[in-house]
């Protein structure tokens, strides 16, 4: 080849466009002459001349004609260009030299870059240049549908580059998708089933991402919309040698693709560990932000990558990013990836059983994401409240064990809180700790809103004794776990509690008026229903229920315990073997609970003994006696009503019922008293009658199948004459 290329020549189809690698700008300006003289050719080829510069593009010829006559015509189209005015000129211009840049002076991550780094030649970098070519220039793909004699074709391909190389056969070496520009992900097959194994043939569309092309073309640029650099860690501690033994091997160059898996939960600070590891191998780290969901997000998530070995960073890709998607089970086999990218990733996970979906060849070692210690919380919440966390040290010390959080969310409650002039009370501290928590429990949980604010739980001395001890033990974990030192013993577990008795002896209340005394939210989960419905799914499903309990304390209540923690029955089939195994499972999970594990049944005598073991507190709810049903009559009538006329010793030792029951006939009783009295609103129309009652016990009777005796009425049996029975 002769003389260097004039620096001011045209570049691209389009003018003004001018990359600022000048190699870069060389090879497009390549692309562009054996375009313009090919076109030419085609011109001649069909036996026709342009009038002029703004003619339209030569017709469309046969395709099939074209290829039959490739041989024929190859020697008259070399006589063509060298004879022809404007292909000889622009074969002139082809001949010209690229620009000499000493080694030293490239720029990294630039096009002259990828050449030297992937020891190009002039074939391999001519098909660079080439699918760069319309991701640059938006004119180029009309020009590329011409000289492939196809409309529809506005991307290159390899036949392309046999058209247009002075050596077709160069072309078949590229032909590979080992080739260091598939391989790296700098070019891909436009239309692909799967990142992993492309397949490059003749006719496969070839194209390059935007934000690639932007890099070779302009190395000297930001990242684009959705990756973010990550600072410095904040943490200092001194490196585990696992992860220390990582570090140094992340320094080290990689030839294909690298994952470092980061197990952790939900709420886990996955971020600062990858800024150490980061800090530790002297590597530069960048998180994608893009969080909604978008079509083919693998194809870009693969240019993502290609982006982060051309700039010789590190990508993170933390839970909620989109790509979390394709590790769900019911998505492809594995993250979509191509495993040849010389790149690393660090991938966040919150369960490992997604190691699975990953490529074995491509993982690292597992970095374990530890939690913050109740210590550090500790110390965190009084850093970030300043000043303002002076006579809190009760209430820092309560929700440093309640809310497990992480630094980064601390400081964002301390930062809203400690913004305001106004001092901070301890309600305003807890309440804003729990609007902070964003708990996602799906379909197999449902908050509860308590009912019994003004209520107690009316039991037997020795249950209320019982009960008052649960209370006291939930508002003592605090200090008898970080203070008295039983945390590290007892795995900073919470309390777990049953409560097993008769229909309507008042377990659900309870739970309830725990749930206010402690000032926890409560969740139902009615295991009936979780085994029936979730068979198969019942181990995921209460998995999320635990995880989202584990960041900060809640109250589970787990309706109709004896339908999952009932006596195991000999495995009979795959169905019992999987019951078997989610029982397990849940006995593992609530000795980890940290919070108030609640579980409520009717046949305590059918519950598996190796449960009963676990449990801290078994509480019985009996039927009530005579004067816990006396109290229970008082409670349950309505503040606003006038039970004057009620005898209340006489409903307690008549009729033996539960607590649900008596509520229920007081209902129905005001139910009916108002809409027999006249003058709704008036005073009178709030008077309880004992006929009301006594016909409300009636019904409740008949919808018990019992029967009520004239000795149990007594003196008031003359009030239900009338009453149909």
């Not at 991938?347 to 109740?374: G, I, Q």
């Not at 900073?492 to 008026?513: H, N, R, Y």
Request: with cysteine.
């Amino acid at each position: 080849m002769s003389t260097v290329a004039n620096q001011k020549e045209f570049v691209t189809f389009s003018p003004e466009l001018r990359a600022d690698d000048e190699l870069a700008n060389y090879w497009l300006r390549q692309v562009t002459l054996r375009l313009r003289r090919e076109l030419c050719w085609r011109w001649h080829e069909c036996g026709l001349q342009p009038t002029d510069e703004t003619s339209t593009l030569p017709p469309r010829g046969d395709k099939v004609a074209a290829a039959l006559d490739l041989t024929r015509f190859w020697e008259h189209k070399q006589r063509f260009f060298s004879s022809d005015v404007t292909a000889r000129y622009l074969s002139e211009q082809i001949a010209i030299g690229p620009p000499l840049t000493p080694a030293n002076d490239i720029t990294p991550a630039s096009f002259a870059w990828v050449t030297s780094q992937l020891s190009l030649d002039a074939a391999s970098t001519f098909l660079l240049a080439l699918v760069l070519a319309p991701a640059f220039d938006a004119n180029a793909g009309t020009v590329i549908a011409a000289c492939l004699n196809d409309p529809s074709r506005i991307l290159p391909n390899l036949s392309l580059v046999q058209k247009l190389w002075d050596r077709p056969d160069d072309a078949l070496l590229l032909a590979n998708p080992a080739h260091p520009l598939f391989s790296s992900g700098l070019i891909k097959a436009a239309v692909q089933t799967d990142a992993n194994h492309a397949q490059v043939n003749w006719d496969t569309p070839l194209t390059m991402a935007a934000i690639v092309a932007n890099q070779l073309l302009f190395s000297d640029t930001r990242w684009p919309h959705g990756l973010e650099v990550l600072d410095s860690p904040e943490e200092n501690r001194e490196l585990s040698e696992s992860e220390r033994l990582l570090s140094m091997r992340l320094s080290e160059r990689n030839e294909s693709l690298r994952i470092v898996p980061l197990a952790g939960s939900r709420w886990s600070a996955y971020s600062e560990i990858v800024k150490m590891l980061a800090r530790a191998a002297g590597r530069t780290v960048v998180e994608t932000k893009i969080r909604a969901a978008a079509s083919e997000s693998h194809d870009y998530l693969n240019s993502v990558v290609t982006l982060c070995w051309l700039r010789g960073a590190d990508l993170f890709i933390p839970l909620n990013s989109i790509y979390q998607a394709n590790l769900e089970p019911h998505r492809s086999a594995s993250l979509q990836i191509s495993p040849t990218i010389p790149a690393t990733i660090f991938l966040a996970l919150d369960d490992r059983k997604h190691l699975a979906s990953l490529s074995a060849n491509s993982l690292l070692p597992v970095v374990n994401v530890r939690p913050l210690s109740y210590e550090e919380r500790l110390a965190e919440w009084k850093l970030a409240l300043g000043e303002k966390a002076k006579g809190l040290t009760r209430c820092i010390a309560e929700i440093s064990r309640r809310f497990r959080y992480e630094k980064e969310l601390i400081r964002d409650i301390a930062s809203g809180l400690t913004n305001t002039s106004a001092n901070i009370s301890e309600k305003d501290l807890i309440e804003a700790c729990r609007a902070a928590l964003d708990l996602d429990v799906g379909d197999l949980a449902a908050q509860v809103k308590p009912r019994f604010e003004n209520e107690a739980v009316i039991l037997p001395p020795k249950q209320e004794q019982q009960f008052a001890e649960h209370v006291k033990a939930m508002r003592a974990l605090t200090e008898v776990h970080y203070v008295w030192g039983t945390a590290k013993a007892m795995n900073e577990s919470g309390i777990s509690v049953l409560f097993a008795g008769p229909p309507g002896t008042g377990k659900t209340m309870a739970a309830e008026v725990l749930a206010i005394k402690l000032g926890l939210p409560m969740f139902r989960i009615d295991l009936s229903q979780v085994v029936n419905k979730y068979i198969g799914e019942t181990e995921k499903n209460l998995k999320r229920v635990f995880d989202a309990a584990d960041i900060s304390d809640l109250i589970l209540l787990f309706d109709e315990a004896d339908s999952l923690f009932g006596r195991r029955t000999e495995v009979s089939d795959a169905h019992d073997r999987y019951a078997n195994l989610e029982i397990s499972y849940l006995l593992e999970r609530m000795e980890r609970f940290k919070g108030l594990a609640i579980l409520s049944t009717n046949r305590k005598k059918d519950l598996d003994e190796a449960f009963l073991r676990r449990l801290r507190y078994i509480i019985d709810f009996p039927l009530p006696g005579i004067e816990q049903r006396r109290r229970i009559w008082q409670q349950v009538v309505p503040p606003n009503s006038d039970s004057s006329e009620l005898d209340f010793d006489f409903l307690a030792k008549q009729f033996p019922l539960a607590g649900g029951n008596i509520r229920s006939i007081v209902f129905n009783a005001c139910l009916q008293a108002a809409a027999d009295e006249s003058g709704a609103g008036s005073k009178k129309s709030r008077v309880l009658t004992m006929r009301s009652v006594l016909v409300a016990i009636k019904r409740e009777h008949d919808k018990m199948n019992r029967s009520l005796s004239g000795a149990q009425l007594g003196n008031y049996a003359s009030l239900l004459d009338g009453i149909e029975t």
